[in-house]
C-alpha cells in the first residue's frame, strides 16, 4: 500500500491533508482578521510559510517551545482571537500536556490545537517523534474534542467547523497524499462518523490516515469473495459517534477497528468499551500498533510490518468473518 499513489482507479488522489489545512485557513483568514496561527517552528512542516507571508500580522513564532505555544495560544484565544496552535504531534501532545489539560481544556479557552505530522509519519525518525499517544493521552482530558480527518474534504470541513467551533479542539493531520474516499458522500458533521463504502457483511472503523487502506481491503473483500464490508471514517475519536455505534451493534455482524495508534486507549479500546458497556457482544477485534517501540521504517513499512495495509486488514477481516461462520 503507497500512501502517495493510487493502487486503485476508482479513486482519486488529493493532497496531504496538511496541506488542506493550511489552504483552508488561509482562504478564510483573508477575511477574519481574529484567525491567528501560532507555530514552534513548525510552519514549514505545517505548510503555513505562505499564510505567514501573506498575514505577518496573524502569525506568532514562539520556536521550539511547545508549553509555550500552548500558554500563549490560550491567551490568545481568552482575548477573541480564533486561534490555531500548530506543532509535530508528538511534541504538541507529550511537552505541552500539562498547558492542554490546564490552560486550554480546564479553562474552556477555544484553542484548535493541530497536530501534524501525526501517527508513524516522521517514519525512521522513530519512537521519539511518534505520537502513538496522543488519542489516549487527549481522551483522558475533559472539555476536549478530537479529530482525525482521512481525506482532503474531511480535513476542509474540520477547519470550516474549527474557525468557529468555540470549545478545545484537537485536529490530527498525517504527511501523505491522500484519495478522496467517497466523492458520493458530502456530508460532515463533528461526532458523526462518516459511511466510505456500503456493506452488510462486517464493519471496519477507520480514522485518519488508516481509513484508505481499509478501503482497500473492503475492495477487495468484494471483488475477490463477493463480501461486502462497510467502512467507516471515524473521524470524530471524542465524542464517539454512539448512535452509529448502536446501530452496528444491533445489526451483530463483525467489528474491526484500524487506527495509527497505540492499542492502547485510542479508538478501538473506546469502540470496545461503549459496545460492551451497552450490552452489544459482536465479533471484535482491533489493528493498531502493539505494546512495544515500532520498528524502524517508513511509515508504509511500518503499516505493512503492523498489518495496517490493505492486505492486513484484508487478511483480519477473512479470519473474523470464517471464525463467525
Not at 480546564?106 to 508513524?120: D, H, K, Q, R
Not at 472539555?143 to 470550516?160: C, K, S, Y
Request: net charge negative; aromatic share 6%.
Amino acid at each position: 500500500m503507497e500512501l502517495d499513489r493510487i493502487e486503485d482507479n476508482r479513486l482519486k488522489l488529493g493532497k496531504a491533508n496538511q496541506i488542506v489545512f493550511a489552504e483552508t485557513l488561509e482562504r478564510l483568514a483573508a477575511n477574519d482578521k481574529a484567525i491567528v496561527v501560532v507555530t514552534s517552528d513548525s510552519r514549514g512542516s505545517g505548510k503555513l510559510v505562505p499564510f505567514g507571508e501573506k498575514y505577518p500580522q496573524q502569525m506568532v513564532e514562539v520556536g521550539i517551545a511547545e508549553q509555550n505555544l500552548v500558554g500563549v495560544s490560550a491567551g490568545l484565544a481568552s482575548a477573541g482571537k480564533k486561534t490555531f496552535a500548530v506543532s509535530p504531534a508528538c511534541f504538541l501532545s507529550a511537552r505541552a500536556l500539562e498547558q492542554i489539560k490546564n490552560d486550554v481544556a480546564y479553562s474552556n479557552n477555544p484553542v484548535v490545537l493541530v497536530g501534524i505530522s501525526a501517527g508513524v509519519s516522521y517514519g525512521a525518525l522513530g519512537t521519539t517523534h511518534h505520537s502513538l499517544h496522543d488519542f489516549a493521552a487527549l481522551r483522558a482530558i475533559n472539555n476536549i474534542t478530537i479529530i482525525a480527518p482521512a481525506d482532503n474534504f474531511e480535513t476542509e470541513q474540520v477547519v470550516l467547523n474549527a474557525v468557529n467551533f468555540g470549545s478545545p479542539l484537537y485536529i490530527r493531520l498525517g504527511k501523505k497524499n491522500m484519495p478522496s474516499l467517497n466523492e458520493e458522500n458530502k456530508n460532515f458533521e463533528i461526532g458523526k462518523g462518516r459511511v466510505v463504502k456500503e456493506g452488510n457483511d462486517l464493519t471496519i472503523i477507520a480514522t485518519g490516515e488508516t481509513v484508505y487502506p481499509a478501503w482497500l481491503a473492503a475492495q477487495k473483500l468484494e471483488d475477490q469473495d463477493g463480501l461486502r464490508a462497510k467502512v467507516v471514517s471515524m473521524h470524530t475519536i471524542k465524542p464517539l459517534d454512539i448512535r452509529l455505534l448502536d446501530e452496528l451493534g444491533e445489526e451483530g455482524k463483525p467489528i474491526l477497528t484500524v487506527e495509527e495508534h497505540m492499542v492502547h486507549g485510542g479508538l478501538g479500546e473506546a469502540c470496545a468499551s461503549y459496545l460492551l458497556q451497552n450490552g452489544f457482544n459482536n465479533p471484535f477485534s482491533l489493528i493498531g500498533i502493539p505494546d512495544e517501540y515500532t520498528v524502524t521504517g517508513s511509515q508504509l513499512e511500518i503499516f505493512n510490518h503492523y498489518g495496517i495495509s490493505g492486505e492486513g486488514i484484508y487478511a483480519k477481516c477473512r479470519k473474523m468473518l470464517l471464525s463467525t461462520q
